[in-house]
């Protein structure tokens, strides 16, 4: 059975940090990737970023492109996503997901339809 349990999440002021953690179990980042989306209220589910392992190859999407890094403990099974420099527009529900690594590339990482499993999200709130 495979399962995605994410924490980290939290409060903290503009401009402060984060690392969520997304443990996973009954897989392996050789076989899946692992991407990260995020939910503000009242708005539609966004990809943040995700990592091939497999391929090496991370993608993020725009708007944190610089202030977010996500990496694979593969000794751990679990993935990060170190954010920083933090903004009230990344107040949102994370959640991290996995999806068939033959799938995930420059052009697909970012749509959820992929991904097959879904952690039950974190809560992150940025205040000014």
């Known amino acids: 059975e495979v399962q995605l349990v994410e924490s980290g999440g939290g409060s903290v002021h503009t401009g402060g940090s984060l690392t969520l953690s997304c443990a996973a179990s009954?897989?392996?980042?050789?076989?899946?990737?692992i991407g990260w989306f995020r939910q503000a209220p009242g708005k539609e589910r966004e990809g943040v970023g995700s990592?091939?392992?497999?391929?090496?190859?991370?993608y993020y999407t725009a708007s944190v492109k610089g202030r977010v890094t996500i990496s694979a403990d593969n000794t751990k099974n679990t993935v990060y996503l170190q954010m920083n420099s933090l903004k009230p527009d990344d107040t949102a529900v994370y959640y991290c997901?996995?999806?068939?690594?033959?799938?995930?590339?420059?052009?697909?990482?970012?749509?959820?339809?992929?991904?097959?499993?879904w952690g039950q999200g974190t809560p992150v709130t940025v205040s000014s």
């Open positions: 997901a996995a999806a068939p690594t033959r799938l995930i590339y420059v052009h697909s990482w970012h749509q959820d339809r992929w991904y097959d499993y």
């Open positions: 009954g897989l392996t980042f050789d076989d899946y990737a």
């Open positions: 990592i091939n392992y497999r391929e090496a190859s991370t």
